[in-house]
Antibody, heavy 120, light 111 residues
Framework: QVQLVESGGGLVKPGGSLRLSCAAS????????MSWIRQAPGKGLEWVSY????????YYSDSVKGRFTISRDNAKNSLYLQMNSLRGEDTAVYYCVREVSGWNAHFDHWGQGTLVTVSS | QSVLTQPPSASGTPGQRVTISCSGSTSNIGTNIVNWYQQFPGTAPKLLIY???QRPSGVPDRFSGSKSGTSASLAISGLQSEDEADYYC????????????FGGGTKLTVL
């Protein structure tokens, strides 16, 4: 079965950096687009970043553009999110999400999430 | 401020039919399909409806989705206590908002 397992979250000071990882299994990772979606405590869902199956197509939300970098290693079935210049408003649970791409695109599998807390 | 607008709360009694609305614009719902996600407290969201009205396997047919113009709706018939959760709509956005935008979420309470 499809499994997405995030890791790398934790407490970091404002201005600091953190790298999130997502280990994928149970499907052909290199065939799928992947996204990071976050949820601040008590708030709604916010799409953060998206990477195409081969890694060439990448998008970021305006709120993280220039600070976050998404990447993937298809040989290792892994997705990453390098987060720099972290701010308090980046505090959230970060979900690794598989996307079914195409005209009927949707997020069909979500990881359990990893909590990032930005605080001094 | 979410790009897609949902009511913050909705409620109903067991057996009732409840609808949750999701309002957008021509750059998102008006042009692209809508998906719905269900989230229970402390857990990851789960795909509930995709492509406006399609249910993934395992989702009861009590859940249905529809879209008209720049708005979409999620309907839950035969409401059950276990339906109490947060519900989010999402759509691809062709403008600078995108590519993916979500509604702010609706907390459904079963009275």
């Amino acid at each position: 079965q499809v499994q997405l397992v995030e890791s790398g979250g934790g407490l970091v000071k404002p201005g600091g950096s953190l790298r999130l990882s997502c280990a994928a299994s149970g499907f052909s990772f290199s065939d799928y687009y992947m996204s990071w979606i976050r949820q601040a405590p008590g708030k709604g869902l916010e799409w953060v970043s998206y990477i195409g199956s081969g890694g060439a197509t990448i998008y970021y939300s305006d709120s993280v553009k220039g600070r976050f970098t998404i990447s993937r290693d298809n040989a290792k079935n892994s997705l990453y999110l390098q987060m720099n210049s972290l701010r308090g408003e980046d505090t959230a649970v970060y979900y690794c999400v598989r996307e079914v791409s195409g005209w009927n695109a949707h997020f069909d599998h979500w990881g359990q999430g990893t909590l990032v807390t930005v605080s001094s | 401020q979410s790009v897609l607008t949902q009511p913050p709360s909705a409620s109903g009694t067991p057996g009732q039919r409840v609808t949750i609305s999701c309002s957008g614009s021509t750059s998102n719902i008006g042009t692209n399909i809508v998906n719905w996600y269900q989230q229970f407290p402390g857990t990851a969201p789960k795909l509930l409806i995709y492509s406006n009205n399609q249910r993934p396997s395992g989702v009861p047919d009590r859940f249905s989705g529809s879209k008209s113009g720049t708005s979409a709706s999620l309907a839950i018939s035969g409401l059950q206590s276990e339906d109490e959760a947060d519900y989010y709509c999402a759509a691809w956005d062709d403008s600078l908002n995108g590519p993916w935008v979500f509604g702010g979420g609706t907390k459904l309470t079963v009275l």
